[in-house]
């Protein structure tokens, strides 16, 4: 991995477990937790692709793992991340584009749901039957819900910070970093994109220049 893909996903990481344990985790939701580690691991395995995204999700997990308050073996979420991270960079789309709102969501949700569901089965592995207790059903509902929720003011800024780190031209060609992957999630079934119509404005205002000097040549001509 490169050192500026490794410092920032390293930030990132230790930014959203400090808000997940000191904020998140203290809102005394029902059900789940707003797992906002999760949607960092997400978002960086949509830009970095499926290795990356399992490296990140491993390092990500085993820092939860080990952040207190903790109440479980360590390694257990590590698995799942790394698991999640891998799955989700799978997802990564092959030209980096993000043109609309349904795939990043879909994947926030199959995201929640299958973390979940595999740390549950984990649990259910080594003896954790804390799962059962709250019910599995209402657990997968509530985190669906939760990180879906949360996923629009998160997960389009991390891919931005992700790509301007990667020096990617997609970026630079978004306005400014990020403008891409903000709108293509918040302009969800309307099939408008903001870089692409400042380029066609760019075009056109260049082709009516030509034109304009073209006529003015053909006058001195005459």
């Not at 059962?132 to 929720?149: C, E, I, K, P």
């Not at 630079?172 to 293509?184: C, L, M, P």
């Amino acid at each position: 991995m490169k050192f500026n893909r490794i410092l920032l996903s390293a930030t990132l990481i230790v930014v959203a477990l400090v808000v997940q344990v000191s904020v998140l985790a203290r809102l005394q939701l029902p059900g789940a937790v707003p797992d906002l580690v999760l949607l960092t691991v997400v978002g960086l395995a949509l830009v970095y692709g499926h290795v990356s995204g399992a490296l990140i999700g491993f390092t990500a997990g085993l820092l939860a793992d080990l952040a207190p308050p903790a109440d479980h073996a360590a390694g257990r979420y590590a698995l799942v991340l790394c698991v999640v991270g891998y799955l989700v960079g799978l997802a990564r789309p092959e030209n980096g584009r993000l043109t609309s709102a349904s795939g990043p969501m879909a994947v926030v949700v199959a995201a929640a749901v299958g973390s979940t569901l595999l740390y549950a089965g984990v649990g259910a592995l080594v003896g954790d039957t804390a799962a059962r207790h709250v019910g599995l059903g209402f657990l997968l509902f509530t985190a669906a819900v939760y990180d879906l929720l949360l996923a629009p003011f998160t997960v389009p800024l991390i891919m931005a910070l992700a790509r301007r780190a990667e020096n990617d031209p997609l970026a630079d060609a978004g306005g400014g970093g990020g403008t891409d992957v903000a709108s293509g999630w918040l302009s969800s079934g309307t099939g408008l994109r903001i870089g692409t119509q400042r380029g066609g404005l760019r075009v056109k205002a260049a082709r009516n220049r030509a034109s304009r000097a073209g006529r003015i040549k053909g006058v001195k001509r005459l």
